[in-house]
C-alpha cells in the first residue's frame, strides 16, 4: 500500500497561482507514473495532468494546458502541479494518484494509489 499526501491546496483570488505537490511519505514516487485529478461538488471526478516515470511525457485536461503545468523532481520523489490564472470553475479537491502502469494515464481507473485530496478554492 502506498500512501499519498496531498499539499499546497487553500484560498486564492482570480488571477491567482498556487502549487500543489505529491508525495508518498514511505515510498518514493521517483519510479511511478502520477495523475493529478479534481471533483468539484455534485460533479464527476475529471482528469487534470498526469506524467510518466521519467518525467518526459506529460498530458492535461481540455483547456488547462497553458495554465496547469505537472512536474517532478525524482531526487525528491515529489510531484508537482503548478496553476496559475486560476479561475474560479477550478474551485475543487485535488487528487493525486498513482502507480498501475508505466505509460501516460489519464483515467481514473489507470492508477492504484490515491491521496485523500486538497481543497482548492478560487474566488471571484
Known amino acids: 500500500q502506498v500512501q499519498l499526501v496531498e499539499s499546497g491546496g487553500g484560498l486564492v483570488l482570480a488571477g491567482g497561482s498556487l502549487r500543489l505537490s505529491c508525495a508518498a511519505p514511505?515510498?518514493?514516487?521517483?519510479?511511478?507514473?502520477v495523475g493529478w485529478f479534481r471533483q468539484a461538488p455534485g460533479k464527476e471526478r475529471d482528469f487534470v495532468a498526469a506524467?510518466?516515470?521519467?518525467?518526459?511525457?506529460?498530458d492535461y485536461g481540455d483547456s488547462l494546458k497553458g495554465r496547469f503545468t505537472i512536474s517532478r523532481d525524482n531526487a525528491k520523489g515529489t510531484v508537482y502541479l503548478q496553476m496559475n490564472s486560476l479561475k474560479p470553475e477550478d474551485t475543487a479537491v485535488y487528487y493525486c494518484?498513482?502507480?498501475?502502469?508505466?505509460?501516460?494515464?489519464?483515467?481514473?481507473?489507470?492508477?492504484?494509489?490515491w491521496g485523500r485530496g486538497t481543497q482548492v478554492t478560487v474566488s471571484s
Open positions: 506524467i510518466t516515470w521519467r518525467g518526459d511525457i506529460t
Open positions: 494518484a498513482a502507480g498501475g502502469g508505466v505509460r501516460l494515464g489519464v483515467n481514473s481507473s489507470d492508477y492504484v494509489y
Open positions: 514511505r515510498r518514493t514516487l521517483s519510479n511511478v507514473r
